[in-house]
C-alpha cells in the first residue's frame, strides 16, 4: 500500500554528536567562532522538542516508504540520493568541521544541515567516515591528518586548485605575496617575500657563488643579465624582445609615422617587351610629313617664283659711298719728327732665361726647403714672382695667375718713373766698412795660459790683483781667502772667515801707501792686513789706516749725540781672526753682493740687494760711518762704481744705469741700455766712457757724452756674461775684457781718444778658453794687471788662471 502525501512539512530532528564530532569541528574551526552556530542550534533543538509528535511519525517512516516514489512537500527533507553513500561524500569535501551538534559542515564555503534520514546509520558510521575522509590514502580528500609536535591531531589542507569558471582563472601565477614592498626592505634577510602557503621564497644566488654558476654551465638563450624587480629572479626575454632592446640601444627605433609595410614599388615593369632585332633609326619613308606644312611650304616656293622674294645679294663699294658724309684724315700730312732732347725710351723687359721655361733643366727646380722658404716669405721679399716648374708638355701649362697684376705694375713704373739719366756709380760694399786693424797690429794682448791657482774647494766667486802686481786674492765656496804669488802660482797667505758662507767678493785698497784686503763673506766685510807679505813700513801704514777711524768715533760720539740708527756696525773680529791679520769688521744687514772703491781709497761701496732702503751703502774708512744715501730704490740693485776723477757715482739696476752727483745730491742722467739683466758694470779710466755686462749675453759700450744708448753692443757669448774689467793702465794699454758662462774670456780693444772727436775703435782679438762648464757656469770673474796685458779669470771648477 503507497504511504499518503503528508500534507504538512517535517522538520529534522537534532541528535547529540559523539566527541569524535565535537573535536572535528575544533580542529576544522580554527578560531573557535561556533557562538553563532551554537545559539542557532540550541534554538532549534528546543523547536523539535516542542514537536515531539512529529518525531515519532519520522520515526515510524521507513526506508521502503522514502523508496516508494512519493514527493514531499518540505525542502529540508533530503532526496533519495541522502543515503550512506551521500554522506561519505560530503565528510570527504568537508571544509570546516561540524558544531555542536554535529550537522554544520562546511563545504566550499557553503552551509548545510544534514540529518540523517536512516535509522540504519548509527554515530559509529559517521567516526568510520570521518577516519577515511582523514585517511591519507583517500586521494578525494582536501586534507591530510597529522600529528603535531604535543601529539595533537591537525587538519593539513591542500592548496586550491580554481576551476575553469574561477575570477582567477586567467590572472598569472603569482610568484611573489609582498605586494608593493620594496624588495629593498629584504636586503637584510636570506629570503624576499612568502609564497600562498606561507613558506619563504629564498633569494637568488648572487656575488661569486652566482659568478661559480654561470661559469659552470651555458647561458641560455634570451639571457640577458638583468634581475626582475618584483622576483629577484634573471629576467628571460625572447628573441623578439631583445631585438627590440637592441634597436633602442642604437637608436635604430622608428619614429612617428613609420609604416613596417609599405608598398612595394615596381622598380622593373612586369609587361613584356619585344626588342627588334637592329638598332637602326628609322628609315625616311616612314616619316609622314605634316599637311599644313606642305601648304606652307608651297605658299613660299610660289612666292620665289612670281619674284616676290629675292634671294640676298651683297651690296656693291659705290653704293655704299654717301656723299653726304665728310671724312677727315688726321694723319694724312703726318711728317716724321725727331726725338726730344731728353727723351728715353722705355726699358726693354729682359728676355725669358731658363726658369722662365716651361720645362726647365733640373738645377732650376726649386726643392721642398726652398720652395717651403718662398711660401714663407713675404712678396716684396721674393726673388721672383714665381716659382720654377717643370710641364711634360706646353699645352699642360696653366694661365699665369699674376699676368694682370704684372701689366697693371709695368705700365705705373712707366708712367710714374722719372725719365733722367743718371751716372751709375761703381762702389765697392767692402769700402763702405771702416777700416779695423789687424790683431797682430793690436799686439800686446793675453793669448795663452800661463799660471794656474789651484787650491779652493768648490767655485771660485772672485779674484783681485794687488796694485803693486805681485799678489792674486781669490776667495770661493769653500769660505776661504787665498793670497797666491802671482807669478809662481804658489799660496803664501790664507784665512778662513765662514765655515757655511761662500766668500763673495775680495778687493785690494786702491793705493801702494798701505797693502790691505778686503773681503765679503755672509753679511760681514773684513779688512785684512797680510803680516807675512807686508814690510814694517806697510804694516804701520796700513794698522793706521784702519784704527783712525775708532777714535774719530769715539770723538763724534761725546761731542755729539747720534740719533739715527746705524744699520751697520764697525767692530773688532774675533781674536783668532786678529792674529791671521784681519783688523777691522764691518756688520750689515744683508749680504753684500759688490763692493766697488774710490780711486783715493778712502770710500767704498756696497750693493745687497737683498735688503730695501739700505741696499746701496756708502762707507768712509777714516771716519768708520756708514751712509745710505737712497732712501727708495727704482729697481733692484746689482752693481756700483765711482767716476775716476769727478763726484759722480754710478748706480746700475736690473735695466737701466743711473749717474748721480754725489756733491750736488741730484741726478744727472738714465742710461738706457735695453738689457733684460744687468750682471757688471766698469768705468773706464778716463771717465767718458762705461762698459755693461748682462745675463742676456750682450756687452754694452756706453758713450757719455754722445747718447743715453748703447754706442755698440757686441754679443760674442752663447750664456750669460758674468763680469767686465777695462785695463787700469788704458792709455798705454788699451784692453778690456769680458767672461761668461760658456767658459771662454774674450779679449778687445777699446781705443778712447781724450779731445772727443773721434769715436771709439773696438776690435775683437782673442777668445780664451781653459775653464771647464760645472753646474752651467763657467768664468765668474776676472781683473787685470795694474800695469801688463795679463788677465787673471776665477773659474766654477775650482781654478784661477792667469793669461800673459
Known amino acids: ?23 572535528l569541528l575544533v580542529a576544522a574551526v580554527p578560531d573557535g567562532r561556533l557562538d553563532g552556530f551554537s545559539e542557532e542550534e540550541d534554538s532549534n533543538a528546543e523547536e523539535s522538542v516542542g514537536e515531539s509528535d512529529l518525531e515519532d511519525e519520522d520515526d515510524e517512516i521507513s526506508g521502503e516508504e522514502l523508496d516508494s516514489g512519493d514527493e514531499l512537500d518540505s525542502d529540508e527533507i533530503p532526496s533519495e540520493d541522502d543515503d550512506e553513500d551521500g554522506i561519505r561524500k560530503q565528510l570527504r569535501n568537508l571544509k570546516t568541521s561540524n558544531g555542536s551538534n554535529g550537522d554544520l559542515v562546511h563545504t566550499n564555503g557553503d552551509r548545510r544541515r544534514v540529518r540523517s534520514t536512516s535509522p540504519s546509520l548509527p554515530s559509529v558510521s559517521v567516526e568510520r567516515e570521518l577516519e577515511r575522509a582523514g585517511s591519507p590514502e583517500d586521494d578525494s580528500a582536501n586534507y591530510t591528518i597529522e600529528k603535531d609536535a604535543n601529539g595533537n591531531t591537525r587538519y593539513v589542507y591542500r592548496p586550491i586548485d580554481p576551476v575553469y569558471d574561477s575570477d582567477d582563472s586567467d590572472a598569472p601565477a603569482t610568484t611573489n605575496t609582498i605586494g608593493d614592498i620594496p624588495l629593498s626592505f629584504y636586503e637584510a634577510y636570506p629570503h624576499i617575500g612568502y609564497d600562498i602557503n606561507g613558506k619563504r621564497i629564498m633569494r637568488p644566488a648572487k656575488g661569486e657563488a652566482l659568478d661559480a654558476l654561470l661559469d659552470s654551465i651555458d647561458l641560455p638563450k634570451g639571457w640577458t643579465g638583468l634581475t626582475d624587480p618584483a622576483t629577484g629572479k634573471p629576467l628571460q626575454l625572447n628573441r623578439e624582445e631583445l631585438e627590440v632592446l637592441r634597436k633602442l640601444t642604437r637608436n635604430e627605433a622608428p619614429g612617428d609615422g613609420y609604416d613596417p609595410y609599405p608598398d612595394m614599388v615596381e622598380w622593373f615593369t612586369s609587361k613584356t617587351e619585344i626588342m627588334p632585332l637592329s638598332a637602326a633609326p628609322e628609315p625616311k619613308r616612314r616619316f609622314i610629313p605634316s599637311k599644313h606644312e606642305a601648304k606652307r611650304v608651297m605658299k613660299i616656293v610660289r612666292a620665289i617664283r612670281e619674284g616676290r622674294i629675292l634671294p640676298y645679294k651683297a651690296p656693291s663699294e659705290e653704293e655704299q659711298e654717301d656723299l653726304d658724309v665728310i671724312n677727315y684724315d688726321l694723319w694724312a700730312n703726318e711728317a716724321p719728327r725727331p726725338d726730344h732732347p731728353m727723351n728715353i725710351p722705355a726699358p726693354k723687359l729682359p728676355p725669358p732665361g731658363y726658369a722662365e721655361s716651361y720645362h726647365p733643366p733640373p738645377e732650376y ?100 790683483v794687488s796694485p803693486c802686481g805681485r799678489y792674486l786674492a781669490s776667495g770661493g765656496d769653500d769660505g776661504t781667502v787665498r793670497v797666491w804669488a802671482l807669478f809662481t802660482g804658489r799660496q803664501v797667505w790664507s784665512c778662513k772667515f765662514s765655515s757655511d758662507e761662500a766668500v763673495n767678493i775680495v778687493r785690494w785698497r786702491p793705493g801702494r801707501d798701505a797693502l790691505i784686503l778686503t773681503a765679503c763673506a755672509g753679511d760681514s766685510v773684513y779688512f785684512v792686513v797680510p803680516l807675512s807679505l807686508c814690510d814694517p813700513n806697510h804694516e804701520v801704514a796700513s794698522r793706521a789706516v784702519l784704527d783712525d777711524g775708532f777714535g774719530y768715533a769715539t770723538t763724534s760720539s761725546t761731542t755729539t749725540p747720534t740719533t739715527k740708527p746705524t744699520s751697520s756696525k764697525w767692530t773688532r773680529p774675533t781674536q783668532k781672526l786678529q792674529d791671521a791679520g784681519v783688523l777691522l769688521q764691518i756688520t750689515l744687514n744683508a749680504p753684500p753682493k759688490s763692493l766697488s772703491y774710490h780711486r783715493r781709497g778712502d770710500y767704498f761701496s756696497t750693493v745687497s740687494p737683498a735688503s730695501t732702503s739700505t741696499a746701496v ?35 746700475a739696476t736690473r735695466q737701466s744705469v743711473r749717474v748721480y752727483d754725489l756733491q750736488a745730491q741730484n741726478l744727472v742722467k738714465t742710461l738706457q741700455p735695453g738689457a733684460k739683466w744687468i750682471s757688471s758694470l766698469d768705468v773706464h779710466p778716463l771717465g767718458d766712457n762705461l762698459l755693461l755686462g748682462s745675463y742676456d749675453r750682450r756687452l754694452l759700450w756706453h758713450d757719455l757724452d754722445l747718447s743715453l744708448t748703447p754706442y755698440k753692443t757686441l754679443r760674442y757669448h752663447s750664456k750669460a756674461i758674468r763680469a767686465v774689467k777695462f785695463h787700469p793702465n788704458s792709455g798705454a794699454v788699451p784692453l778690456f775684457a769680458d767672461c761668461s758662462d760658456d767658459g771662454s774670456v774674450q779679449i778687445f780693444h777699446g781705443k778712447v781718444v781724450g779731445d772727443g772727436m773721434e769715436n771709439a775703435t773696438i776690435v ?4 780664451l778658453k781653459g775653464h771647464r762648464v760645472t753646474a752651467g757656469l763657467g768664468v765668474l770673474d776676472l781683473d787685470w794687471h795694474p800695469k801688463e796685458p795679463w788677465c787673471v779669470s776665477a773659474g766654477a771648477d775650482g781654478r784661477c788662471r792667469l793669461w800673459c
Open 1 to 23: 500500500m503507497a504511504i499518503p502525501t503528508l500534507s504538512r512539512k517535517r522538520k529534522l530532528v537534532t541528535r547529540k554528536s559523539p566527541s569524535l564530532e565535537e573535536d
Open 365 to 464: 727646380l726649386p726643392d721642398q726647403i726652398e720652395k717651403q722658404a718662398w711660401e714663407d716669405a713675404e712678396e716684396e721679399d721674393r726673388d721672383k714672382d714665381f716659382l720654377p716648374t717643370d710641364h711634360t708638355a706646353l699645352r699642360k701649362v696653366p694661365g699665369y695667375a699674376r699676368f694682370i697684376k704684372d701689366r697693371f705694375e709695368r705700365c705705373l713704373d712707366l708712367y710714374l718713373a722719372p725719365r733722367v739719366r743718371r751716372s751709375k756709380l761703381n762702389i765697392d760694399p767692402e769700402s763702405l766698412l771702416p777700416k779695423l786693424p789687424s790683431p797682430d797690429e793690436l799686439r800686446p794682448f793675453p793669448t795663452v795660459c800661463a799660471t794656474q791657482y789651484v787650491g779652493h774647494k768648490g767655485r771660485v766667486r772672485t779674484v783681485s
Open 617 to 651: 751703502s756708502i762707507h768712509t774708512l777714516s771716519k768708520h760711518l756708514t751712509q745710505h744715501p737712497f732712501r727708495r730704490l727704482r729697481g733692484l740693485a746689482q752693481t756700483t762704481s765711482f767716476h775716476p776723477s769727478k763726484a759722480l757715482f754710478f748706480l
Open 764 to 767: 775683437p782679438l782673442k777668445v
